[in-house]
Nanobody, 126 residues
Framework: QVQLVESGGGLVQPGGSLRLVCSVSGGTVSRYTVAWFRQTPGKEREFVAAVRRNGGHTYYTDSVKGRFTVSRDNAKNTLTLQMIGLKSEDTSVYYC???????????????????WGQGTQVTVSS
């Protein structure tokens, strides 16, 4: 059973940086499409970034391009989201997710992911 545990969330001022890490156990991270989603109260879970299982191609939602970087460390079995230039609208609970599929069209869809972490809160505020 694949288990995902996020860490690294917290409170940061606008323009600041945070690094989220998702530790993967019970499976090899390179064999999954792994992604970050975020969700605020009353809103649907939103795709942020992903690394596909084959080839390691990365994908981002438009609002974070140029500010967030997603990467996979096969040796450490982790997924990382480096966030810079944070804005108040980035405030959310961030979730790590893993999927055994490799269908490009499903990369941004939460329902395509079978495994989820518990989430970590990111708050951007002065």
């Amino acid at each position: 059973q694949v288990q995902l545990v996020e860490s690294g969330g917290g409170l940061v001022q606008p323009g600041g940086s945070l690094r989220l890490v998702c530790s993967v156990s019970g499976g090899t991270v390179s064999r999954y499409t792994v992604a970050w989603f975020r969700q605020t109260p009353g809103k649907e879970r939103e795709f942020v970034a992903a690394v596909r299982r084959n080839g390691g191609h990365t994908y981002y939602t438009d609002s974070v391009k140029g500010r967030f970087t997603v990467s996979r460390d096969n040796a450490k079995n982790t997924l990382t989201l480096q966030m810079i230039g944070l804005k108040s609208e980035d405030t959310s609970v961030y979730y790590c997710a893993a999927s055994g599929t490799n269908i490009l069209s499903s990369t941004r869809i939460p329902g395509s992911y079978a495994y989820w972490g518990q989430g970590t809160q990111v708050t951007v505020s002065s």
